[in-house]
């Protein structure tokens, strides 16, 4: 079922793989590694056998251990990496250019490694590749707005939307999109349990994927709320099933302003447990 397999010239029967299984089901101390009798349903998909494995002596679920991405040094630092975070910024003016789509392939087909709960790996990403199924896109939430707002089913508490509704036919005034020439929809299945979490998780490794490349990106709340109360029809004319809950979306792109420094941290908020 799980297609464990070990090859036998490679492997120098170190018995990591065994130690490292959240759920002990490799028997490493008899020489090969092999999955205990009847133990082969309690195996989560996490692959840290293979990951853990010196020599790339293990496969399960038909990976090859020779296509991962092996550990080196070249690992971003805590200081490179503590950079990009601290001077990341919601980007709310891009330029009109679309990303070449090999590199956007690359950023989305990366953001697939994102943890998942229980690694039922259910989030999808929907996305707009062009400028033009993202204008599809925006002219479908804007006539949503329209459409309800004059049926005077436009909540009050969501009166803002119907503005800028009128903002974007009367100018030209993008509020909701900001002229960004992609997008990108996390979601997931409502049965799953951990599906908000997982999908704001992957868009999270997506943001920080996407300004490592120089790129800009925007939590689009403002068109979450159009999707999910004002018109959720929405959802499935973009392709996302209707049994799926969308945990966020983004908009992205080639940044138009250049920032010089980080902002300065409000403070932080900590309780430090002392039982």
Not at 11 to 26: A, F, H, R
Not at 109 to 117: D, H, N, R, S, V
Not at 222 to 240: R, S
Request: proline share 5%; hydrophobic share 40%; net charge neutral.
């Amino acid at each position: 079922m799980i297609d464990f397999k070990i090859d036998e010239e490679r492997c120098t029967q170190c018995g990591i793989c065994s130690k490292e299984c959240p759920t002990l089901i490799i028997n490493g101390k008899n020489g090969v590694p092999e999955i205990k009798e009847g133990k082969e349903k309690n195996c989560i998909k996490c692959q840290h056998c293979l990951a853990v494995c010196p020599t790339a002596a293990l496969s399960i679920w038909g990976k090859n251990p020779d296509d991962s991405v092996t550990v080196d040094k070249q690992i971003p630092s805590f200081e490179d990496l503590g950079k990009l975070v601290k001077t990341r910024r919601s980007i709310r003016k891009f330029k009109k250019d679309e990303l070449e789509q090999a590199q956007l392939q690359e950023l989305i087909e990366t953001t697939a490694y994102a943890p998942t709960g229980h690694n039922k790996n259910q989030v999808l990403l929907s996305v707009a590749y062009t400028k033009e199924e993202l204008s599809k896109v925006r002219s479908l939430v804007y006539d949503g707005i329209k459409k309800v707002k004059e049926a005077g089913e436009l909540a009050p508490a969501l009166a803002m939307f119907g503005n800028f509704q009128t903002l974007w036919a009367d100018k030209g005034i993008d509020i909701l999109f900001r002229d960004a020439p992609h997008f990108i929809v996390a979601s997931a299945p409502k049965a799953n349990s951990n599906g908000p979490s997982d999908c704001v998780i992957s868009l999270s490794y997506f943001e920080l994927m996407a300004n490592s490349m120089g790129l800009g990106t925007l939590w689009d709340g403002l068109a979450k709320v159009v999707f999910d109360q004002i018109a959720p029809e929405l959802k499935v004319a973009i392709g996302i099933p209707e049994d799926h809950e969308i945990g966020y979306m983004m908009v992205f792109g080639k940044p138009a302003v250049k920032f010089a420094r980080s902002v300065q941290s409000e403070g932080l908020n900590l309780n430090k447990i002392s039982l």
